[in-house]
């Protein structure tokens, strides 16, 4: 048995915790901040949870997989279907009803398509078996959203006795162990470093989540125009603000501004329905490995 520390308690350290422990190893984590998760984590107000922005969990992917390993009940998972997502001025993400459309995006001959399958798909980063997943419905909301993924694993790895130390920084790793900001020496014998830096260069994008107190879409599950994207959770998945609209919305290039141009444009009247909302300028998507969190665990 060797005494593994995990540096960071997002869904990739939670994870290495979790697998650590089923290799008989005594796994502790150390996360400096108060809160878990990083940036799988969410923000309740006025009794809505807010993420950083939209996360599409991949039906039958690795993080799915281990999900369901350490649950004893399944997560609540609703596809977004991609003939209910309209790109302005083409039609919908799968032409369903119009053959024309059909055939030009499977001869290749449709790039606005081919570009808004990319960024619904991996927000931007091509991984073809989420882009695959998306036309088959299986790139799925999560009911109890992101943070409830990361409860899951936090509570599993609390049953099996993993601890995990908040409010306390790495700030140097030697043979042997770590260092905290405030001198202290944590010894180990393997260290594993979770703590989301980016491995070259990070991709940063700009998000907001919005909840309306009405449902002016209609039942669409999204929008897209160019390289931003608005999501209905709550159009996709029942737990999500019955009754009301949750977007969660993404913009690659041109921040928030351009996620509020698109709702402008397409629901009008919306920043009077606001009930709540948070953005986010800039936060890391991943880095130049491209990988989401099936690709990091
Ligand atoms: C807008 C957006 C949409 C996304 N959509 C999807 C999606 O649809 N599907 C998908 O699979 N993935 C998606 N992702 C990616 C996913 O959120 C990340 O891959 C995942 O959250 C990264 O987890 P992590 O544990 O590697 O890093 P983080 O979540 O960043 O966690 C790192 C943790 O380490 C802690 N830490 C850092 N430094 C130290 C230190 N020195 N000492 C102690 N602790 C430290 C941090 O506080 C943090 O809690 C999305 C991300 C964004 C931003």
């Known amino acids: ?15 290495t915790a979790a697998r650590e422990h089923l290799a008989n190893n005594q ?57 209910k997502v309209l790109i302005v001025d083409h039609g919908m993400l799968q032409p369903l009803n119009n053959p024309k459309q059909m055939l030009a995006h499977k001869l290749g001959k449709d790039p606005i398509r081919d570009e808004a399958i990319l960024l619904l798909s991996g927000w931007g980063q091509d991984h073809p078996e989420r882009r695959k997943a998306l036309m088959k419905g299986r790139l799925c909301v999560v009911g109890e959203g992101w943070a409830g993924l990361i409860g899951r694993l936090a509570s599993t790895l609390e049953e099996v006795g993993v601890p995990i130390q908040t409010g306390m920084k790495i700030v140097e790793q030697y043979d042997g162990g770590v260092v905290t900001s405030k001198g202290l020496k944590v010894e180990a014998d393997i260290v594993k470093m979770c703590d989301g830096s980016p491995e070259g ?6 998000t907001l989540d919005v909840v309306l107190d009405n449902k002016p879409l ?23 603000a019955p009754g009301m609209s949750h977007f969660s919305c993404i913009s690659l290039t041109r921040g928030v501004s351009a996620i509020e141009d698109l709702l402008d444009e397409r629901v009008s009247g919306w920043r009077s329905h606001i009930i709540t909302k948070r953005a986010n300028e800039s936060i890391t998507l991943t880095d130049s490995t491209g990988h989401l969190s099936d690709g990091v665990i």
């Open 27 to 83: 796994v502790f984590i150390i996360e400096k901040r108060k809160r878990i998760g990083g940036r799988g984590t969410s923000e309740e107000s006025h009794g809505h949870q807010l993420e950083h922005g939209p996360h599409l969990l991949l039906k039958g992917g690795e993080l799915h997989k281990m999900i369901k390993k350490v649950s004893r009940v399944k997560p609540s998972l609703r596809p977004i279907m991609p003939h």
């Open 201 to 206: 260069e990070a991709i940063k994008v700009s």
């Open 218 to 240: 209609k039942g669409l599950h999204g929008i897209i125009k160019e390289d931003v994207a608005i999501i209905d959770l709550a159009a996709i998945h029942s737990l999500k």
């Open 1 to 15: 048995m060797k005494r593994v520390l995990v540096v960071g308690a997002g869904i990739r350290g939670l994870v």
